[in-house]
C-alpha cells in the first residue's frame, strides 16, 4: 500500500520529474498538489485523516512553507513533514525543525536521503 502524500510545490518542471521519482523511489502516493501556502492548508485539512506525507517547499507562489510547516505541527504523530528545499542552510534546517519538520533534505544532493526516508515510512490504512 502507497503512503498517502501531499506535495506542497510551486515549480511545475519540479513537480513533473518528483511526482513519478515519489511513487517509484519513496513508495508514495500523491493524493494533492499545492502551489500556495493557502491551497496547501486546505489540502492538509482536506484530507486529515489521511495524508501521511507532507513534502513541503520553502517558497512557494504566495506565503511560504515555513507557514505550512507552521499549521500542522500539531499533526498526528504517523503524519510526517518532510522539506525539500533548494537552501538547506543551517539556519534554514533548525528552523524547519522547530517547526516540527521530521527531515530538511536539499533538492540538488539529498534526494536519495530524502527517498530513503520516505521508503522507511510503514504505510497506514486510513
Known sequence: MAIKTVLIEDNKTIQASLIPAMEELGGLEVIAVAETESEALHALERYSGVWQVAVVDLFLLEGS??????????????????????????????????????????KSTELDTFFDSCAAITPNSP
Do not use: M, W
Open 65 to 106: 512553507g515555513l507557514g505550512v510547516l507552521r499549521s500542522c505541527k500539531n499533526r498526528a504523530q504517523h503524519q510526517k513533514a518532510f522539506v525539500l528545499t533548494n537552501y538547506p542552510t543551517d539556519e534554514i534546517r533548525q528552523r524547519c525543525k522547530e517547526l516540527g519538520a521530521d527531515g530538511v533534505f536539499d
